[in-house]
């Protein structure tokens, strides 16, 4: 009597086929697994930068708001004295003597005679 084989190559050949299909699928499942879940990762990191972010401009808005001033405003010049007619006249003496228009003379002739010596 002859003995059958069992299986055969063919069948061999199908059974390699569906393992190596089998494994193909899982890993590609895997693979699509990992990915997603690096995809979440990524998203909740991104999330919780933006709430961190959000919180900081809060918190700036927040001291801004409640912080004084680094300086106080200059405060508004005083009202000019009323200026003396002799003080103005020898000022305007002593701007012709600088510019050399007068002399050392004629500027110490013309200040006595508006101070009246």
């Given at each position: 009597?002859m003995m059958?084989r069992r ?8 059974t390699t086929?569906v393992?190596a299909?089998?494994?193909?699928a899982?890993r590609?499942h895997q693979q ?5 879940q690096?995809?979440a990762?990524?998203y909740?990191?991104?999330q919780a930068q933006?709430a961190?972010?959000?919180?900081q ?7 801004a708001q409640?912080?004084q001033?680094a300086?106080?405003p200059?405060p508004?010049?005083?009202?000019a004295?009323p ?18 228009i007068?002399s050392?003379?004629?500027f ?5 005679k508006?101070l009246?010596?």
């Amino acid at each position: 009597m002859m003995m059958r084989r069992r299986g055969g190559l063919v069948r061999a050949a199908a059974t390699t086929a569906v393992v190596a299909g089998t494994a193909g699928a899982v890993r590609h499942h895997q693979q699509q697994k990992y990915e997603t879940q690096a995809q979440a990762e990524q998203y909740e990191q991104m999330q919780a930068q933006q709430a961190m972010y959000d919180q900081q401009q809060a918190m700036a808005q927040q001291q801004a708001q409640y912080a004084q001033p680094a300086s106080a405003p200059a405060p508004a010049p005083a009202p000019a004295a009323p200026e003396d007619p002799t003080v103005a006249q020898i000022q305007k003496l002593a701007e012709l003597h600088a510019q050399g228009i007068l002399s050392d003379e004629e500027f110490a002739a013309a200040k006595a005679k508006a101070l009246g010596l």
